[in-house]
């Protein structure tokens, strides 16, 4: 078993006990800790060479971001198959896919768990596993009041945003996708693979990993007196929306005069024209049985 582990988080006690009691059960576990950016990728290149065909990642969103963009970057009959060790604040990628965040358990499933083909998504030439969320959304860090969590559960992140927005400028660019295309005035925007992000929210509830579709959602700029619309929107999302938009596309452009600010499993990334697209079973993926994000 191999497993590379982000270095911030190699000297946890739960992580090293769960790797001690890895190592009585399995005849060889070798564990790389990262230091600096690019090491995912160099360890990555370094198991292939020496024909590892199993990797482990341990970490949050952003690491399962690097080991993601990294295996992309080889043909695709030499990316090892990859299992996840959720050690990361949010971990939404992995706790949507139901993987165990408990260490113990997560790294018994990388060891016999059945892999299945799953899709990834690019911006540009970057890559990314969960979701991308573009405009004011990747710029505001949610401090979402408690009675808006109760009364709207996964949608009071996205929600928080907006409101916050309510008075921000929104960005105006076009988009363009097979179906069709339009000028673009939002605030926010989520270009989902997979189904939540914020720790939890749930922003793509239809979303499956293995079906070569992106998930796009679009909030326009909205008045005040409209919230309760809004609200609605947000339960029954549909392409049909006023102020949300929801619909599926294996890729979508967009197109601005001036730059976007754009969150790829929480790594920032800046652009004024990005073209996001999915690359279907991409990577061999270890998952529960019971994940509910395989269709």
């Known amino acids: 078993m191999h497993i590379i582990l982000n270095g911030k988080k190699a000297g946890y006690e739960t992580v090293r006990s769960a790797i001690s009691t ?9 564990v790389r800790a990262t230091y600096e950016f690019g090491d995912v990728e160099r360890f990555v290149n370094e198991a292939v060479r020496d024909g590892e065909t199993r990797i482990v990642i341990g970490g949050g969103d952003g690491s399962v971001n690097e080991v993601v963009d990294a295996m992309a970057k080889l043909p695709r009959e ?3 198959e990859l299992a996840i060790l959720p050690l990361g604040t949010a971990n939404d990628f992995a706790t949507a896919c139901q993987i165990p965040l408990n260490s113990l358990e997560a790294l018994r499933l990388a060891v016999s768990g059945n892999c299945t083909a799953v899709d990834i998504a690019k911006a540009n ?6 979701m991308a969320t573009g405009g004011f959304g990747a710029q505001v860090t949610a401090e979402t009041p408690v009675e808006l969590k109760n009364f709207l559960g996964g949608g009071a992140y996205t929600l928080t945003g907006v409101l916050k927005a309510i008075n921000f400028v929104p960005y105006q660019g076009k988009m363009k996708t097979p179906d069709f295309e339009s000028e ?5 925007a989520a270009i989902c693979n997979g189904r939540q992000a914020g720790g939890g929210q749930v922003l793509a509830p239809n979303a499956y990993i293995n079906d070569g579709l992106l998930d ?10 409209d919230l309760p619309q809004v609200i609605e929107e947000i339960r029954n999302p549909s392409a049909n929306g006023r102020y949300i938009k929801y619909f599926q596309t294996p890729w979508v452009e967009s197109e601005s005069d001036e730059i976007i600010p754009l969150n790829l499993d929480g790594e920032p990334y800046r652009n004024k024209n990005i073209r996001f697209e999915i ?5 061999d993926l270890v998952l529960p049985a019971s994940c509910p994000c395989l269709k």
Do not use: M, Y
């Not at 890895?22 to 070798?30: A, I, K, M, P, S």
């Not at 030439?125 to 969960?130: G, I, K, L, M, T």
């Not at 673009?184 to 926010?188: A, E, F, K, Y």
């Not at 690359?279 to 990577?283: K, L, Y």
């Open 22 to 30: 890895l190592r009585e059960e399995v005849d060889r576990v070798d």
């Open 78 to 80: 030499q990316r090892p």
């Open 125 to 130: 030439e970057r890559h990314f596993a969960n």
């Open 184 to 188: 673009l005035t939002g605030v926010v």
């Open 216 to 225: 796009v959602v679009i909030v326009s700029q909205f008045p005040l007196s």
């Open 279 to 283: 690359v279907p079973a991409a990577i």
